[in-house]
């Protein structure tokens, strides 16, 4: 089992940046698939970015360029950093684990992009 907690939303302007972290109660080191999704409201969850115990990194075609995905073992953390956020990026922004055969949620953090 794994605890995620989500921080880093924030309220921030077209073109600005924000960090987002994805803290985990346990070693992250052998979780197999760390990522981050985002929900906008009336729309289905959405995959944004993962990044695997080995590193390699996926994205979606809408952040590609834009945000980028790492972890810091030491710390049992995953972040995601997001530049050039455009309106369309408002969400609540969610960590996930993919340990074993289950998936573990974090509770979320609001990402809000005004025009």
């Known amino acids: 089992q794994v605890q995620l907690v989500e921080s880093g939303g924030d309220l921030v302007q077209a073109g600005g940046s924000l960090r987002l972290s994805c803290a985990a109660s346990?070693?992250?080191?052998?979780?197999?698939?760390m990522g981050w999704y985002r929900q906008a409201p009336g729309k289905q969850r959405e995959l944004v970015a993962t990044?695997?115990?080995?590193?390699?990194?996926d994205y979606a075609d809408s952040v590609k360029g834009r945000f980028t995905i790492y972890r810091d073992n030491a710390k049992n953390t995953v972040f995601l950093q997001m530049n050039s956020l455009e309106p369309e990026d408002t969400a609540v922004y969610y960590c996930?684990?993919?340990?074993?055969?289950?998936?573990?949620w974090g509770q979320g953090t609001q990402v809000t992009v005004s025009s």
């Open positions: 346990r070693s992250i080191f052998s979780i197999n698939i």
């Open positions: 990044i695997t115990s080995g590193g390699y990194r």
């Open positions: 996930n684990a993919k340990l074993q055969e289950f998936d573990y």
